[in-house]
């Protein structure tokens, strides 16, 4: 039976996950993670993706992104196979290093609600995984770093829009004296140019006076 063709379209978002061969480790430790981050902001030139999620975990991992143009199979086909190569030279072993097909989830970016629900699915994987397996890499841990001035968030990453719907919840009601500062700063011009540019983001202090 032929597989099932991929759904393509410019500007086209996915919910992608893939997972290591057999169950196996597609990441050993922080050299291959890094590597894999690498490898896949590399993807991103080529292609011009956005990534506005992701999770590394030790067998899998899954991403939110973003296609400006119908090139999610010609992409993943390249990020896969190049980490492969990458991490099997290291390694010094030669083997597949993912499990079949992975899965593209496309997703309705005009519906409210489903960005912020899909990247909470997303970020909690470690929480699912249980406390037996370490976190290992989020993208919380790229805005986290910039906003204490740390390591500057990598270029293709671009969390603005989930971080904004998050603020649009049931809930806020009852946030509001948070929630109204909060989307004020984010999308003040100055804040926009900084999650353009990877650079700490100016955060209202609460709870001050």
């Known amino acids: 039976m032929a597989r099932p063709l991929r759904i393509e379209f410019a500007g086209a978002t996915y919910h992608i996950m893939a997972r290591g061969n057999q169950g196996r480790a597609i990441f050993d430790d922080d050299r291959d993670r890094q590597r894999f981050l690498e490898t896949l902001g590399e993807a991103c030139d080529k292609t011009g993706w956005r990534i506005h999620a992701y999770v ?22 390249w990020l896969q196979g190049t980490y492969t190569q990458r991490y099997n030279g290291r390694h010094r072993v030669f083997r597949h290093l993912f ?9 309705d970016g005009a519906s409210a ?19 037996r397996r370490p976190i290992h890499r989020t993208a919380c841990d790229d805005v986290w770093q910039a906003s204490q001035g740390g390591p500057v968030r990598p270029i293709w990453h671009n ?17 509001r004296p948070v929630t109204t500062p909060l989307r004020k700063t984010l999308s003040s011009p100055k804040n926009t140019a900084n999650l353009s ?7 209202p202090i609460f709870g001050a006076g």
Do not use: D
């Open 159 to 175: 969390p603005s829009r989930p971080l904004s719907n998050a603020l649009a919840t049931p809930f806020e009601a009852a946030f």
């Open 99 to 107: 499990q079949g097909r992975y899965k593209a989830v496309p997703v």
């Open 56 to 77: 590394l975990m030790g067998n899998h991992y899954p991403l939110l992104i973003e296609t400006p143009e119908a090139n999610l199979v010609a992409g993943m086909k």
């Open 197 to 203: 540019a990877g650079k700490p983001l100016a955060l």
């Open 113 to 131: 609600g489903y960005w912020e629900t899909v990247s909470t699915y997303i970020h909690l994987n470690p929480a699912r995984a249980g406390p």
